[in-house]
């Protein structure tokens, strides 16, 4: 059965600093596609990123990137130069390419607290 | 664009009361799905759906009960709410059915309290 896990329940970081949320995984398919989304106070949820399992290439938008580490099981999302609009509770998901119908598991979520 | 769209938006209910929480997209996915969204539980899948006419259970299907009639609607019906039914609740579609992963696309949820 897939699982997700992130560990930390709740951040609290000072404007500009970096932040890194983490996320572990685990899965016993070689095919899946991992995600973050973003639920701002507002409580919708946005899509932030979609990546497979078959592209360890880490990446970068903005102050968002992303580093996805195979050997680790690991999918970690880092905020450079946090801003008070960057407070969120952030979401790491798990979609395994093989079940039917996809079903995508959430992690805990992280609630991120950027302080001005 | 109107995505996807839940109605009602907040619903308070009393034990043994039932209700459907309805759920419309406009964006022709095949794929359509509930969740339920505790504190420090992430979210649950309840039920999906791969297409119209075609429902499945996720993690926590007990006490609810979907259907598929058209590949726009999915509502979510509770026969008898329970307490532990207290959730917030988010409908999402995304494109193809089977096993496309693409993104999946969320209404603004619908909170439910169970007095």
């Known amino acids: 059965a897939q699982k997700v896990t992130q560990a930390q329940t709740e951040i609290s970081v000072v404007e500009k600093e970096d932040v890194t949320l983490d996320c572990v995984y685990e899965?016993?398919?070689?095919?899946?596609?991992l995600f973050w989304y973003k639920q701002p106070p507002s409580g919708e949820l946005v899509f932030l990123i979609r990546r497979n399992s078959f592209d360890e290439q880490n990446e970068i938008s903005g102050r968002y990137s992303w580093n996805f580490q195979k050997s680790t099981s690991s999918f970690n999302f880092t905020i450079t130069a946090s801003q008070v609009v960057d407070s969120a509770v952030y979401f790491c998901?798990?979609?395994?390419?093989?079940?039917?119908?996809?079903?995508?598991?959430f992690g805990e979520g992280t609630q991120l607290t950027v302080n001005p | 664009n109107a995505g996807v769209t839940q109605t009602p938006k907040f619903q308070v209910l009393k034990t043994g009361q039932s209700m459907t929480l309805q759920c419309a997209q406009d964006m022709n996915h095949e794929y359509m799905s509930w969740y339920r969204q505790d504190p420090g539980m992430g979210l649950r899948l309840i039920h999906y759906s791969v297409g119209a006419g075609i429902t499945d259970q996720g993690e926590v299907p007990n006490g609810y009960n979907v259907s598929r009639s058209t590949t726009e609607d999915f509502p979510l019906r509770l026969l008898s709410a329970a307490p532990s039914q207290t959730s917030v609740y988010f409908c999402?579609?995304?494109?193809?059915?089977?096993?496309?992963?693409?993104?999946?696309?969320f209404g603004e949820g619908s909170r439910l309290t169970v007095l």
């Open positions: 998901a798990l979609s395994e390419a093989s079940a039917s119908g996809s079903r995508l598991t």
């Open positions: 899965t016993r398919d070689t095919t899946y596609y």
């Open positions: 999402a579609s995304r494109v193809a059915g089977g096993r496309s992963t693409g993104e999946l696309f």
